[in-house]
């Protein structure tokens, strides 16, 4: 059947509502009822749009991570291998700097995206979506992410590469998962204007600065036996 404006209104105005009350509330907390209300739909039209909430729980995440990957694309900050390999040391530090201050721009806002709730939700408190999740948004996500780094550092094997990519990811993931508490060590009611740029430089000089040690510690060693 063909999609019309008005079935496309709908269905959007559902996505939204779920986005704000999933991220609120979580997957457990947030009804069919209450996003149909919050969306000024009925109940049936959530079922008829997603088929199930758990079906509309995925597509909030399809749309987040939809955003993540076009903001990445817009900045010309997503490369091939092939482009990667043939980059200078400067030119692959530079592009992880601007990897993580999108994504750090898209957590922290402001305004704070629903990325940041919903993720920290779905970690905190797992749904039976969680393994589609990483298989089809966090996994290709990491996997650019060892890429980049491998580039940076082909002497490092996987297991320093995919460290680090872990280490990176939980540094992103700090800054907005413990925004609340950072504020009052901070003495301020919200971050900054720049943060994410201050801190997007500290965290790739930081991790860069730690592969490389972690490659030559396990170059020497190879060595040494």
């Not at 079935?7 to 997957?27: H, I, M, V």
Request: with cysteine; net charge positive.
């Amino acid at each position: 059947m063909a999609s019309t404006p008005a079935l496309r209104r709908t269905s959007d105005r559902l996505l939204a509502a779920a986005t704000e009350l999933f991220a609120r509330q979580g997957l457990h907390g947030a009804s069919i009822r209450d996003i149909a209300e919050r969306a000024g739909a009925n109940v049936a039209s959530g079922h008829y749009h997603f088929g199930s909430k758990d079906a509309l729980y995925l597509e909030v995440f399809r749309a987040e991570f939809a955003r993540v990957g076009e903001l990445l694309t817009a900045r010309g900050i997503r490369k091939t291998p092939a482009t990667l390999r043939r980059a200078s040391r400067r030119e692959l530090a530079a592009l992880l700097e601007a990897r993580i201050r999108a994504v750090l721009e898209l957590l922290l806002g402001p305004p704070p995206s629903p990325h940041g709730a919903l993720m920290q939700r779905e970690l905190c408190d797992p749904s039976p979506a969680l393994p589609i999740i990483v298989g089809e948004f966090i996994r290709p996500q990491s996997d650019e992410m060892e890429a980049l780094l491998s580039a940076f550092a082909p002497h490092a094997d996987r297991d320093t590469i995919r460290l680090a990519s872990f280490s990176i990811f939980g540094q992103l993931l700090f800054y907005r998962f413990n925004m609340p508490a950072i504020l009052i060590l901070l003495g301020r009611p919200s971050y900054p204007r720049g943060f994410p740029r201050k801190i997007a430089r500290h965290i790739a000089r930081f991790s860069l600065a730690g592969l490389d040690a972690a490659a030559g510690r396990r170059t020497e060693r190879r060595r040494a036996d």
